[in-house]
């Protein structure tokens, strides 16, 4: 279980030459981190008599932050469970029509599991970075600059997963399905990328 190790033992299995965790994994783990940062950040304006009138707000964004976090761990182990089959299917033997084909077909359906985590990652980190916009808004003011960098965590766990899907949609024969895949890989990119970009920046001037 990845998500059992401490970090040092988790940064020295990332290191070594163990197929997982790999990029996907660290991306989850980088989005628990950003999430981890907010969760600070509200837990530090929570019974603060200078924000009375959000703390409602804020207890609220405390507990999604908690599924948040929670999600992405899940993800960390998941991404390391759907790419075992599909590093089998890799080694799978093709000396024949009967063994092309049907490598062929066991390496479309791996491939399309193995998209599913990352996409999740990226779809989890999308809520983190809406809720790190609320937090910018609405989180004490002392600790803004840790929005900033949790907000950075989350956008890194969301470009670091859609890697992920792509070099795995690039293998895919049914280019229809991995055209699909992509675009909506793209478009979470474009929105939520900016959308991360827009509360760092807020942080940055706020701060100098």
Known sequence: MLMEKN??????????????PGGGGASAYVGVIGMALGSMVANLTLGKKKYDDV????KNLLSKADDIQKTLMDLVEKDAEVFEPLSKAYGLPNN??????????????CLKLACSVPIKI???????????????????????SDVGVGVLFCKSALMGASLNVFINTKLMK?????????????????ASGKRADAVY???LKSLK
Do not use: H, W
């Open 7 to 20: 970090c040092t033992n988790f940064i020295e299995v990332l290191a070594s030459s163990a197929p997982v």
């Open 55 to 58: 703390q409602a707000d804020i």
């Open 96 to 109: 024949n029509d009967e063994e092309r084909l049907y490598k062929n077909k066991r390496m479309e359906d």
């Open 122 to 144: 990226m779809e989890t980190a999308v809520e983190a970075i809406i809720l790190q916009e609320e937090l910018a808004e609405k989180g004490t003011k002392i600790a803004l």
């Open 174 to 190: 049914d280019r229809i399905y991995a055209e699909e895949i992509n675009a909506g890989v793209e478009k979470m990119l474009e």
């Open 201 to 203: 920046e807020k942080v």
